[in-house]
């Protein structure tokens, strides 16, 4: 296995070699050819395709091609489905060269010596539009957002190993988000006195909360924007969120080689990412929910059986105090090495290795075949260190099932009842089945269940050698938004999911969501509720480090009803193709909180004193009963959520 920090070079050793025309750039993972895959694959249409997402363009033209041409298509796939697939098959392929209007994109190549190596350059543009409404009726509110886009792009071949692309957006947005208060990282109190041993490791810290965006439904928002969004009225300053119609801008680059009919690929990029043998968007390791960040990778499958993958990026800082304040303590780099196994075409199996390390030489997280956990013990304990289990079995005539854990620590010293109980079990997991539907075009239902322990994805803050008396920032993020799954921490979600596609060029999906999570700001907030939450001093002994999941303070319950759809009219069949898609959403949301109360009747308070000292209303060890309420501070609310977009030039 190569080592990552020979990437860049091996990639430019190979542009000469040409064989035939390939395209190893990658596909978004907002296409939704990847749910079609994962209905052939589930379906035994096609071999066994990576875990490692995004796949390329030459990677996807393949799948398409075994799927049309495979045996078990001639009775596994109807015309609407062949028709579908079709669609791609030509939307991936190397386009004409030349001017293409309909299209917005211009294309050209050319060869060059006696082996006459080609190089191509694909260029273009692309527009998205979208307007979001949220309407409150009970508090007569109403909040409206918009995302703009211009994009502009290029990619293309350099021989036939050798890719590249890049693109850049300039936009306007605006997300409107409510203030909701502040949030101890500690429990309150926690802040020890200056002479105490460990003053320096654990001192409180207050962070400001928000609301989910308002006119987008709960954690399904997605920054576009990298870094800062920019008022009109101050353009040189740095503002974190545009509450108001702002500008932002992003980049995305990638340089992708692939050998061996593509066994080894290597990548050079920031783009967003999703890792694991799982359904697509499920990943409690290495989400696509997250934010992209530069990065080097390889994906090497010796036999057909196994995979290793492995990657090092630096992670980006999350603007909260400005661009030269912010990033004094998030200096990260995110390692991770996945080794996948299978069974044929029925069982899979993914051990996922992960490591949040403060920026330094450390080639000990760079090696692809080391285990970065043991690595820790080598080299010092200053990093936060994630394992990840994924099985995943499936059949073609009746579906698949997974379960994933991931690990963030643990104590295994302790008894089965002490680790169920102590929030240092930092373990997020998950349990689902989805089922195709045959007599649809390329149709399913899914039914998922998900747990977030409290503090899982956290780290407390600590000194770290080469960053002088800083306390650096550990959790398992990047620019402000998780790695993993995009539930916070203490939180879980019942999914039921049926999607459809009724003719070739319309897609459409109904979701039912369960959420409730602890809440991370008022009175009665919950301890390890929040990504920047901290564990600290008697993780093993203290009261407040307890969990007790809906029974130990104020948690938000979710109830969300949304339908979907997208119509693509450049894949028309009448033929008047027009290079525009029309999407949508819309449902309800309707939430509520309980909180906890003593056994006899009276309200709890999330804190209670006892000989001056400020701790936990549990500290017996034990759960509280808790009820539904509805204050000024926790409110019950029902929402209607309305978003439609245009885009135009889709890619």
């Not at 502009?152 to 947005?173: C, E, P, T, W």
């Amino acid at each position: 296995m190569l080592k990552k920090v020979l990437i860049i070079n091996l990639m430019f050793m190979f542009v000469c070699i040409s064989l035939f025309a390939q395209t190893h750039s990658s596909v978004s993972l907002n296409n939704h050819v990847y749910y079609i895959l994962e209905q052939a694959e589930m379906r035994g249409l096609v071999s066994p395709l990576s875990g490692v997402r995004p796949f390329t363009r030459n990677v996807v033209i393949r799948a398409i091609n075994e799927i049309l041409e495979s045996p078990q298509s001639a009775r596994g796939l109807n015309s609407t489905e062949r028709a579908i697939l079709e669609q791609y098959l030509e939307r991936f392929s190397i386009p004409e060269p030349g001017l293409n209007l309909r299209q917005g994109r211009w294309a050209g190549e050319t060869t060059t010596g006696a082996r006459e190596t080609r190089f191509s350059a694909d260029a273009g543009v692309s527009m998205s539009i979208e307007g979001s409404a949220g309407l409150f009726p009970a508090l007569d509110s109403r909040y409206f957002g918009t995302e703009v886009w211009v994009q502009a792009f290029i990619q293309g071949d350099l021989g036939s190993r050798v890719s590249y692309q890049l693109s850049g957006s300039g936009g306007l947005i605006q997300a409107p988000r409510k203030f909701l208060g502040t949030y101890n990282t500690f429990f309150e109190g926690h802040s020890l006195p200056p002479d105490h041993a460990n003053y320096h490791e654990f001192v409180n810290r207050l962070i400001d909360i928000y609301s989910q965006p308002l006119s987008h439904f709960p954690f399904t928002y997605r920054r576009q924007w990298d870094g800062s969004v920019f008022f009109f009225e101050h353009l040189a300053s740095f503002e974190p969120w545009p509450t108001t119609l702002a500008g932002g801008y992003n980049l995305s680059s990638e340089l992708s080689a692939s050998f061996l009919e593509d066994r080894l690929l290597l990548r050079f990029g920031r783009i967003r990412r999703e890792w694991g043998s799982v359904p697509f968007g499920t990943s409690l390791a290495f989400n696509q929910a997250a934010r992209p960040f530069l990065g080097m990778e390889a994906e090497f499958s010796p036999v057909s059986w196994f995979r290793i993958s492995s990657l090092t990026g630096s992670l980006e800082y999350e603007n909260v105090h400005g661009i030269y304040v912010s990033p004094h303590t998030f200096q990260n780099m995110f390692s991770i090495n996945m080794f996948s196994f299978r069974f044929r075409n029925y069982l899979f199996f993914d051990f996922i290795d992960a490591a949040i390390w403060p920026k330094r030489f450390e080639l000990e997280y760079l090696s692809p075949i080391n285990l970065n956990f043991f690595a820790q013990n080598n080299i010092g304990k200053f990093d936060n260190m994630a394992w990840t289990f994924n099985l995943r079995g499936q059949h073609p005539r009746i579906g698949t099932l997974w379960a994933s854990v991931f690990i963030d620590e643990i104590n295994f010293t302790v008894g089965w009842r002490e680790m169920r109980e102590l929030a240092r079990t930092m373990v997020a997991t998950q349990a689902g089945v989805i089922i195709p539907l045959p007599f649809m075009a390329f149709s399913s239902i899914r039914l998922s269940y998900t747990k977030i322990n409290p503090f899982t994805y956290t780290h407390h803050r600590n000194v770290v050698p080469f960053f002088g008396d800083l306390k650096m920032e550990k959790a398992y993020i990047n620019n402000g938004v998780g790695l993993g799954h995009y539930l916070p921490p203490n939180s879980d979600e019942i999914l039921f999911r049926f999607q459809t596609m009724p003719a070739r060029n319309l897609i459409t999906e109904f979701n039912y969501q369960m959420i409730r999570r602890g809440a991370d700001f008022g009175s009665n907030a919950v301890v390890g509720s929040n990504l920047h939450s901290e564990l600290g001093n008697g993780r093993n002994t203290n009261p407040i480090y307890r969990r007790y999941f809906l029974r130990d303070g104020a948690y938000k319950w979710y109830h969300i009803f949304r339908v979907g759809a997208q119509w693509d009219l450049s894949g028309s069949a009448s033929g008047r193709n027009l290079p525009v898609t029309f999407f949508g959403e819309a449902g309800v949301v309707y939430s509520f909180f309980t909180n906890i109360y003593n056994l006899d009747g009276s309200v709890a308070s999330q804190y209670m004193h006892d000989d001056g000292e400020t701790v936990r209303a549990n500290v017996t060890g034990r759960a509280h009963p808790f009820r539904r309420i509805n204050t000024p501070e926790y409110p019950t609310s029902t929402s209607v959520i309305v978003r439609l977009g245009v885009r135009i030039f889709p890619r």
